[in-house]
């Protein structure tokens, strides 16, 4: 299996623009979860999806940042407007409903000016 | 609230010796517990995981972690360290339901001198 994948490996944006992040899990996993890793704040969650359906927004920081999966195989999460303090590596991982192991993606290293 | 604390922000230790990395939990049951490695501008791995059974498991790459549950801890051990493990090291805890949430500890990072 190719495991996650994440696209793209980096990404570097203007404040104000649009950013939008993809995830494609490992085939047959059913839950996916968005993560934010920062020198300052460590890995936090953001959001979860269990059968494509979010379980748990809570981690997500505000109204700027959306999360969707639209089917099984792919994940998008979105920011707009983008701002310089979303500056961070975004990870992907996803796991088989009652196996508890999270596999996760290389990650998106996210740069805004 | 279940939390993870890793006190060990950073560790060096010379190539060859032992290596001992603390994580303590605070849950209200035994919890399933996992140690991650991160390489540089690497994902996430998983080195092991404990769910139930023999408190002393083995992970991939000669780790291997105990799980004491009267001290809430869940160490990672390697009897020799190599320059290759130098890395960053989360250890997670998940609710022991079906539930597939983790919480993760603030994480330490390993340095290895020659």
């Known amino acids: 299996d190719a495991g996650v994948i994440q696209s793209p490996r980096h990404e570097v944006t203007e404040m104000g623009q649009e950013v939008t992040l993809r995830c494609k899990p490992i085939?047959?996993?059913?839950?996916l979860f968005w993560y934010r890793q920062t020198m300052m704040r460590g890995l936090e969650l953001l959001i979860y999806f269990n059968n494509n359906v979010p379980i748990d927004d809570s981690g997500m920081p505000e109204d700027r940042f959306s999360a969707k999966m639209p089917n099984a195989s792919f994940s998008t999460l979105k920011i707009q407007p983008s701002e310089p303090r979303d500056s961070a590596v975004y990870f992907c991982?996803?796991?088989?409903?009652?196996?508890?192991?999270?596999?996760f993606g290389a990650g998106t290293r996210l740069s805004v000016l | 609230a279940q939390s993870v604390t890793q006190p060990d922000i950073h560790i060096t230790v010379s190539e060859g010796a032992s290596l001992e990395l603390r994580c303590n939990y605070s849950?209200?049951?035994?919890?399933?517990l996992f140690w991650y490695v991160q390489s540089p501008g690497q994902g996430l791995q998983l080195l092991l995981k404990y769910f139930s059974g023999d408190t002393l498991v083995q992970g991939i790459k000669g780790f291997e972690a105990e799980f004491k549950r009267s001290q809430s801890s869940f160490n990672l051990r390697k009897p020799s360290v190599h320059w290759s493990d130098a890395a960053e090291y989360f250890c997670?805890?998940?609710?022991?339901?079906?539930?597939?949430?983790?919480?993760f500890g603030g994480g330490t990072r390993l340095m290895v001198k020659p």
């Open positions: 991982a996803s796991s088989s409903s009652g196996r508890n192991i999270q596999y």
């Open positions: 997670a805890v998940a609710p022991n339901n079906a539930g597939n949430m983790l919480t």
């Open positions: 849950y209200g049951a035994t919890p399933y």
């Open positions: 085939s047959g996993h059913n839950s």
